[in-house]
């Protein structure tokens, strides 16, 4: 597609809930990149996919997060039995290739909030 | 690990007057430096980038230096409006490397 698709846009859920956050990638870019933005922080980086793997899944907070990556496109985040402290913007980018040379392009993120 | 420290916001300018807003970082070797810029209500976007020292990199009229002596790459615009309103994050990416460490941003405001 011409840019980079998520969805929901928004998403609130009861705490306690699994949720899944989806992110359509720029065709032909080979990583994506998944951060979450908290209210008045920074970017937290979460994960990262070259093609289908995942060689740096440092981020992930919690063994309730995992992400997959099918087709060397679509990318699903899924948060099980979420908390509150899940709330946040979940942003997702790809770049065309994975070198340092190359920015990203971000999507314009699901905003989670737990209740 | 590779760290970035940027200015904190948030700064607020009145209409054509000149903005510089700091940013140092930590990391081995050379790692390339980029600038994003968040608009209210939108996604962020690249706004400019350097791959190696005494690169400049310019984008919309803004502009950034690439200081490996002193490890910085200030954002600089020499006339600001209105429309610059915005959050803006400096974000080094380890040489050879796949993740992009992000500030934390610092929100500008332009009054007309």
């Known amino acids: 597609g011409a840019g980079v698709s998520q969805s929901p846009s928004n998403k609130v859920t009861e705490k306690g809930k699994d949720v899944e956050l989806r992110c359509d990638p720029i065709s032909g870019h080979t990583a994506l990149y998944w951060y979450r933005q908290s209210l008045g922080q920074g970017l937290e980086f979460l994960i990262y996919f070259q093609g289908n793997s995942a060689p740096d899944k440092s981020g992930l907070p919690s063994d309730r997060f995992s992400a997959e990556r099918t087709g060397g496109s679509v990318s699903t985040l899924t948060i099980q039995r979420t908390q509150q402290e899940d709330s946040a913007v979940y942003l997702c980018?790809?770049?065309?290739?994975?070198?340092?040379?190359?920015?990203?392009?971000f999507g314009s993120g699901t905003r989670l909030t737990v209740v | 690990g590779n760290s970035v420290t940027q200015m904190e916001g948030p700064v607020t300018l009145s209409e054509e007057a000149f903005l510089t807003i700091n940013c140092t970082y930590t990391a081995t070797g050379y790692p390339s430096l980029f600038w994003y810029v968040q608009y209210p209500g939108e996604g962020l976007q690249l706004l400019l980038k350097a791959t190696k020292a005494d690169d400049k990199g310019s984008n919309k009229g803004f502009e950034a230096t690439y200081r490996k002596e002193t490890t910085s790459f200030h954002l600089e615009k020499g006339s600001v409006q209105v429309s610059d309103s915005a959050v803006y994050f400096c974000a080094p990416r380890r040489a050879g490397g796949f993740k992009t460490i992000f500030g934390a941003g610092t929100r500008l405001f332009v009054k007309a």
């Open positions: 980018a790809s770049s065309s290739q994975g070198v340092s040379n190359y920015g990203y392009t």
